[in-house]
């Protein structure tokens, strides 16, 4: 479901249905949240969860697709 949301933003028809790019941001998405969940559960948690998210995502980010 997720990617196919992703393929769409991609560019849905005109790509090739062995693309392997949606799956990619999808698995690097999921990546990013693995990352940051015990990345924030060891800190004071003084920032939120949403900041080591914006961290781990921003390690992958490219030409603003994810």
């Given at each position: 479901m997720l990617t196919e949301h992703?393929?769409?933003r991609l560019g849905g028809e005109h790509l090739e249905p062995t693309?392997?790019?949606p799956a990619s941001v999808v698995g690097a998405a999921?990546?990013?949240v693995q990352a940051a969940r015990p990345a924030y559960l060891a800190s004071d948690r003084g920032e939120p969860l949403a900041r080591y998210l914006d961290d781990a995502m921003a390690a992958v980010?490219?030409?603003g697709v994810i």
């Open positions: 992703v393929r769409h693309d392997p790019r999921f990546a990013c980010r490219q030409d």
